[in-house]
């Protein structure tokens, strides 16, 4: 069984990382979701980092390697939900991960994949309805 829960949502593969991963987990991230995207012939997987307060250079060579064993098997890779520490110690790592695209929510990094995913907000939903009639 996977540490890590891979939820498919059509074509595109959610992977949301619960906290911090030593070296060990880190590797049987990649695995997991390499081998899912494999198996579901995914186009796409949104990593959600939200709930990572701290990434070593360790971490973010894991988190770029799996965007490009993705990339290899036919998936692009969007990593969401980054905080701002961690952003800025990427980059005084020297980590600036340009092969890695990022985006704000899942949303956004749906949008970048091409595909939408669905409304989840119920103020927005009144407002589309309204709006359609």
Known sequence: MSDFPVIPVGDVLLVSIQGELHD????????????????????????DISAVDMV??????????IAGCSRLLGADTVVVGMRPAVAITLVELGLT?????????????AAVLGVAMPITDTASS????????
Request: charged content about 30%; overall charge positive.
């Open 24 to 47: 060990a987990l880190a590797v049987r991230l990649q695995e997991s979701v390499t081998t899912a995207v494999q198996r579901r012939s995914a186009r796409g997987v949104i990593i």
């Open 56 to 65: 070593d250079s360790y971490l973010g060579r894991i988190l770029a390697e």
């Open 97 to 109: 991960l340009p092969e890695l695209r990022t985006a704000r929510t899942v949303t956004d990094a």
């Open 126 to 133: 009144g407002a589309d309805r309204r709006g359609a009639r």
